[in-house]
């Protein structure tokens, strides 16, 4: 069994930075490729960045490119998300997933992970 526990989410203006951790116990951070995913009230759960197990590649959903940053600390298996230049359209409860896929492919759907967290509300006002 492996768990995934969010934090770091928070209310913030538009323009600030957050950074969400995304802590795996059960399994070491190394051994799951992780992606964060969000979703907005009356919207589909999309895509925002995730990161394979072994490869250590990486890959943003285009609304998100050069804004928000995706990294894992190997020692505290947490995998984080920097978030910078934080827009009112980033509001969203934000959820980690992982699975144990060796793919040097980040998978950017939500049934490829079997994991899943129980979400952090970012909230960015004006």
């Known amino acids: 069994q492996v768990n995934l526990v969010e934090s770091g989410g928070g209310l913030v203006q538009a323009g600030d930075s957050l950074r969400l951790s995304c802590v795996v116990s059960?399994?070491?951070?190394?051994?799951?490729?992780v992606a964060w995913f969000r979703q907005a009230p009356g919207k589909e759960r999309e895509f925002v960045a995730g990161?394979?197990?072994?490869?250590?590649?990486?890959q943003y959903a285009e609304s998100v490119q050069d804004r928000f940053f995706i990294s894992r600390d190997r020692a505290r298996n947490t995998v984080y998300l920097q978030m910078n230049s934080l827009k009112l359209e980033d509001t969203a409860t934000y959820f980690c997933?992982?699975?144990?896929?060796?793919?040097?492919?980040?998978?950017?759907?939500?049934?490829?992970?079997?994991?899943w967290g129980q979400g952090t509300q970012v909230t960015v006002s004006s």
């Open positions: 059960g399994h070491t951070a190394t051994d799951c490729a």
């Open positions: 990161i394979t197990r072994r490869y250590v590649n990486t």
């Open positions: 997933a992982g699975n144990s896929a060796t793919s040097a492919l980040v998978g950017v759907r939500p049934e490829q992970y079997d994991y």
